[in-house]
């Protein structure tokens, strides 16, 4: 159980936190613990369901959205190091253009629809206030996220340049060894042809609207563990399932197979895709995609990479963030993460277990980073309280 309200103070700096620790004392033996932190390493006064008090020493490493950006700054630098011309055009061309429009539209459309249901009676005061205590922490949040999302494309984009695509027969034959034939014909063969525009919509224009929604919805979120825990997760899952493991896993996935291996293998999955509309507007998406990585042209949303699946990654770490606001939340959050995995195979964007190994991933990055800022660790099964919107409350807190 996780309570709050414990304040503490060290260097006349006043801070509240919120974190779960077993206490391992005699008298408090197996009571879960609400704790205030003086500091890295610090006395500390624990308060459980008991009227017992011990001191204990602990260590912890306080995460701040400062903290995370200065690691966004670092892989900024990364990527600027590897391939300057390239980071600087996705920045100036693509990355600045597309979403210095989209967030300032999402965000104001958002805090609109938060603020009615946050505060009917006064959801202008509701805007005015949330603006002054998280107005500038969600700057610091968007600009990060511009630059970090140009040095993600970068790597992308560049990465076949020094690690060439190798891993595409290995893993087609291991898809189809585990799933008993190709996963993309059972995807063909039970879903009904009159949903796939909507499948279509979900997988792409959607994705985008949720991933910088979430963005923007942790960047205004009251409370600074779940705030901390989503941005720092969401930026190793890119460096660490998106850039390093790409590498070991270098491949482009079925809907490129014949261009990258000159193997016809899933001749049937581009023939079916292109009877019809949703199909073909995928298949127009990956000549877009294959004539940038072929001549070097950098274009938005450059690069090719299906192992892992960041589309999965993300849709899962989105559902994973929202299942610790309410049930609604919870089952938006995984039908979309439901849809995304489906999508991926279905429209040959990627191998299952692709999806697989992000989800993998993802599990693993929230459960460490979890124990890391000292939240409580959500699952997609846990229950909350009565459901309640991402950021329906104010108060002052650190970056």
Known sequence: MVRESLLAQSNNTLYFERATVRATGAVSRGLDFSVAFFGEQDHVCFVGEMDV???????RFRVTTTGVAALCI?????????APTTYFEMLTEYTLKKYSLAIPVFAFFGMAGIAVLSRPSSPLTFVLEKSR????????????????????????????????????PFLADLDAAIHM??????THAIFPHVLEPALFVLYGPVWFVQMVGMILVAAFTSDHARRARYLLSFLLVAIVLGNVVRILGSSAGPIFFERIVGDPRFADLISGLDTTGSGRGMIATSNYLYSSYAH?????????????????AVAFLNALFLSQFGRLYRYWGLFYFAAIMFGSVYFGWHYAIDGYLA??????IWRYVGRFVGEEVISLSHKTGKSGVPFDSIKGEPL
Do not use: C, N, Q
């Open 133 to 168: 205590v998280r107005g500038k922490g969600v700057l610091l949040t968007t600009g990060m996220f511009i630059l970090g999302a140009a040095a993600f494309s970068t790597l992308k984009h560049v990465t076949p340049i020094y690690v060439p695509f190798f891993a595409d």
């Open 74 to 82: 670092a892989y900024v630098a990364a990527a600027v190091a590897v």
């Open 53 to 59: 008090s011990e001191t204990a020493t602990m260590r």
């Open 359 to 364: 989800i993998l991933g993802t599990v693993v």
């Open 181 to 186: 034939g190709d996963p993309w014909k059972g």
């Open 296 to 312: 070097d042209r950098t274009v938005f949303g450059t690069g090719i990479a299906a192992m892992p699946s960041l589309h999965v």
